[in-house]
């Protein structure tokens, strides 16, 4: 209402000094009244002259040339900052005078000119000539803009103005997310910015459960769900918006996942001898923390001088300093939390590791056979088992040959304790040259046997070359009868070696030559 007086006040003194008047020259009266809010305003005219003065109404003809804006209207986008210019030229603008006005996106309209004077004095608006300039854009600048000349009916050109500004994001999930452990859970943030801001998602400790490096959404809100979550998925993940305008807005959130403890132990088996130092040690993840606990054989552990206890985040050890014989035993650790336990097993041993085979398979002698193997113990060894026997491969109708089981006592170098690792070996005698064989071995020392190695197989020398040749070129004279190739066959595949040595690459060149004679 004071922006219609105002404009009324400002309206009757235009009238009173003769700006705002008739093209014919009279002096007119009018009554304005403001209609709206909107900077729209009607006024009603009135005859104020002695009516004795015009009686004929050709005395005075008028000309009536109403004013034209010839500024087509425009659609402007400026980023946040900017300035922009409205045009509003006219021609036979007269004694009209140019109103403009601002309609915003929430439908308000503000009158801001009316002519040469602005009815809300500000920095941003000037007036240049019929043009109207913006200084420093502001998001509520957006809109349209209107010039008006208030003939009849009005003359109006409309200009659009929309506003660019950089893309804010804001997170509707909750800071820190606690879930349980196979349910789901959902992430929601919602972008603002003109133009639309894209969204991507990536996770701070690296990929997201998904596998990708990150996901983008054009959406202005955007969530993502994480299903059957378990400790895998935790982390903070980031939503971040971004539309090129200015840098990119990004909001955070923390997912913590509660499971049940999972225990872990990088070596199951821990070889040591007495006096030694052991650390027997477990991986514990869960949440909340886990309480971890220790036993052995079954009973509490009561840490005491030589047995402690030592916890670093994940990793939980329980270390023995000089182990004693009754320290050797399955030792247990266990953790619980509100969501479970789970406990794994720990083997403290003086028992000797299963050996590992050392020696070639290719042997150098004809009738003998050195085997060596290499063994852990930190004590003695007081013997070892050694089985061997005579390989057959499959294609053939013969059984494998009966295992040749031996105890025999370490050389002296071998059996005495010169450190954690043993080198042994032993020589087999009364073999039969250019064959297959595979053997097992095991150690003893004061607290029992390893365990068994490996089957090992392993040939003896072929068969002097010469007579290897003789043989050749016999066999290679032969043409089998049809009945007679099944015998030959049987002959040539026997003592073929597995292991590439032996008599493998001198029967498999006769079984080439015999099936090539029978199948000609």
């Not at 939980?316 to 336990?341: M, P, W």
Request: proline fraction near 6%; charged fraction near 20%.
């Amino acid at each position: 209402m004071m922006e219609s007086r105002l404009t009324l006040l400002l309206l009757a003194a235009l009238l009173a000094t003769g700006v705002y008047g008739s093209s014919t020259g009279r002096i007119a009266g009018e009554a304005a009244h403001a209609q709206s809010d909107d900077g729209v305003y009607e006024y009603d005219e009135y005859d104020n002259s002695n009516t004795n003065d015009y009686n004929e109404p050709d005395d005075y003809p008028e000309l009536d040339v109403s004013p034209t804006f010839i500024t087509n209207a425009q659609q402007f986008s400026v980023e946040l900052g900017g300035d922009i210019t409205f045009p509003c030229a006219v021609e036979n603008l007269g004694s009209h005078l140019v109103m403009f006005k601002h309609i915003m996106n929430s439908g308000e309209n503000k009158l801001l000119f009316v002519g040469d004077i602005a009815l809300k004095p500000s920095v941003k608006f000037t007036k240049n000539g019929n043009s109207f300039v913006l200084n420093g854009v502001a998001r509520r600048h957006a809109g349209k803009y209107v010039c008006r000349i208030e003939t009849s009916p009005a003359t109006e050109l409309t200009h659009t103005l929309d506003v660019q500004y950089p893309a804010t994001v804001r997170r509707v999930s909750p800071e820190v997310q606690r879930v349980v452990q196979g349910s789901s859970v959902t992430l929601e943030c919602v972008a603002e910015g003109n133009p639309p801001a894209a969204i991507n998602w990536s996770r701070q400790q690296g990929h997201l459960p998904s596998g990708a490096q990150s996901e983008e959404s054009s959406l202005q809100g955007l969530s993502i769900t994480l299903e059957n979550v378990d400790r895998h998925v935790e982390g903070t993940y980031i939503c971040t918006a971004s539309n090129g305008i200015g840098d990119p807005s990004s909001a955070s959130m923390t997912v913590e996942v509660e499971y049940p403890p999972e225990v872990i132990t990088e070596q199951a088996i821990l070889h040591t001898g007495e006096g030694d130092e052991a650390k027997l040690m477990c991986i514990v993840h869960g949440r909340p923390p886990p309480h971890v606990s220790w036993g052995k054989d079954g009973k509490p552990i009561n840490p005491d001088y030589h047995i402690t206890e030592h916890d670093s985040l994940h990793r939980h050890t329980l270390t023995i300093s000089k182990v004693r014989e009754e320290d050797f035993g399955d030792y247990t650790c266990t953790a619980e939390n509100s969501q479970g336990q789970k406990a794994n097993t720990l083997r403290l041993t003086g028992l000797p590791k299963t050996p590992k085979m050392t020696s070639s398979p290719s042997g150098g002698e004809k009738t003998s056979y050195t085997l060596t193997w290499e063994t852990e113990s930190y004590t003695p060894i007081a013997q070892y088992r050694l089985q061997y026997r005579k390989f057959k491969p499959n294609i053939t109708k013969q059984a494998p040959g009966m295992w040749i089981d031996r105890l025999h006592s370490p050389k002296p170098s071998e059996g005495n304790l010169t450190g954690p690792i043993h080198h042994m070996s032993h020589a087999i005698e009364m073999l039969e040259p250019a064959t297959d064989y595979e053997a097992t071995v095991a150690v003893e020392n004061k607290f029992g046997w390893s365990g068994t190695s490996d089957v090992f197989q392993f040939c003896t020398r072929k068969e002097d070359p010469t007579t290897t040749t003789t043989t050749t070129t016999t066999t290679t004279t032969l043409a089998p009868e049809p009945e007679n190739i099944a015998p030959v066959m049987e002959e040539v595949a026997f003592g073929q070696s597995a292991n590439g040595c032996g008599t493998n690459t001198l029967n498999m060149a006769l079984l080439t030559l015999v099936l090539s004679a029978f199948l000609s």
